[in-house]
């Protein structure tokens, strides 16, 4: 599992006086993180780009379970193959798998591009329309293609939507700052993590922020 937003440059979570405010009053402990490493500064606070959702998902897809720089290279060599833009969902379509392979694709990667494709294609992944969706919305229809889970799907809501209350359960960055945080003897589960985060509602996105902060795993 690559670190939160590998391959990304910014991390697009607003962190207004008021978001900053409440996680310092909800919990002392998330509080204390939050005065210790400060305000984020303008360039981690900027706002994600809907337009690009599409290029944003291939790009996950590509980078699952590497490294940043083993990420790139094989992102580079793909939009390579296309002139260096990222490929419309009919020219992933219309390229025969074997080749997506060359780039360094796995034959499961070059499946899932295919799958994130024929559900752009066929209307069943609306990215036009995915800013207007509840979260739970998004997670679905992002959930129904190959190669995309729960985690990715978190990401893209925090990354890329900019959602403001979004807790990724299964990111063990997040559960580890936790751990360290709260003095607990293990990984909490999904459902001690969701106990811990409830007085940051509805600002979870920016407490995660401040959690991967903490073990300086900054995302990008």
């Given at each position: ?201 509805p600002y979870r996105s920016l407490a995660s922020l401040y959690l991967w902060r903490s073990l300086d795993n900054e995302p990008g």
């Open positions: 599992m690559p670190r939160p937003g590998a391959g990304a440059r910014t991390v697009p979570v607003e962190a207004t006086d008021a978001a900053v405010e409440h996680l310092l009053a909800a919990d002392p402990v998330l509080g204390a993180l939050v005065k210790a490493y400060g305000p984020l500064d303008s360039e981690q606070r900027r706002r994600g780009r809907p337009a690009e959702a599409y290029g944003a998902l291939l790009r996950s897809i590509v980078g699952q379970q590497l490294s940043t720089t083993a990420a790139r290279t094989i992102y580079e060599r793909l939009i390579g193959r296309y002139g260096g833009q990222t490929p419309a969902p009919q020219e992933i379509l219309a390229t025969d798998p074997e080749e997506l392979r060359g780039v360094g694709l796995s034959r499961a990667k070059a499946g899932y591009l295919r799958s994130l494709a024929e559900h752009v294609v066929g209307g069943e992944l609306e990215l036009e329309r995915l800013t207007e969706l509840e979260d739970d919305e998004v997670i679905t229809q992002l959930t129904a293609v190959k190669g995309l889970g729960p985690w990715t799907a978190h990401m893209f809501l925090i990354f890329h939507l900019s959602r403001p209350d979004v807790l990724p359960v299964g990111d063990l960055g997040v559960r580890r700052a936790v751990e360290l945080a709260y003095n607990l003897e293990g990984l909490p589960s999904v459902a001690e993590l969701e106990r811990i985060a409830e007085p940051w509602r």
